[in-house]
């Protein structure tokens, strides 16, 4: 099992990056994915998942700057973060779960993201 985050980089504040999660090993259909970061200092908390039938749910502290959607052919999620704020700061991980905030299933290393202010 493996999940591959990639596409962070440093970025001013204002810009976009597109987080992508490449997923092997296991039937990518039968799972959530979801998107969850974590800040130098703070808990790992939820950005975006999105379950298996393409229903989209936001975690507590992201608001619509933020979009999420797969690619079941190529067992791919991607995360599209615009107007991006120092704040969102992180090292950013996908994950499959059996559901959408279970917190639970398979876990991919995560890829930095720097905003710049």
């Known amino acids: 099992v493996q999940l591959q985050a990639s596409g962070g980089g440093l970025v001013q504040a204002g810009g976009s990056l597109r987080l992508s999660c490449v997923a092997s090993g296991f039937n990518f259909e039968d799972y959530a994915i979801g998107w969850f970061r974590q800040a130098p200092g703070k808990e790992r908390e939820g950005v975006l998942c999105?379950?298996?039938?393409?229903?989209?749910y936001y975690g507590d502290h992201v608001e619509g700057r933020f979009t999420i959607s797969r690619d079941n052919a190529k067992n791919t999620v991607y995360l599209q973060m615009n107007s991006l704020k120092p704040e969102d700061t992180a090292v950013y991980y996908c994950?499959?779960?059996?559901?959408?905030?279970?917190?639970?299933?398979?876990w991919g290393r995560g890829t930095l993201v720097t905003v710049s202010s």
């Open positions: 999105i379950s298996t039938s393409g229903g989209t």
């Open positions: 994950a499959a779960e059996p559901g959408c905030w279970t917190w639970s299933g398979y």
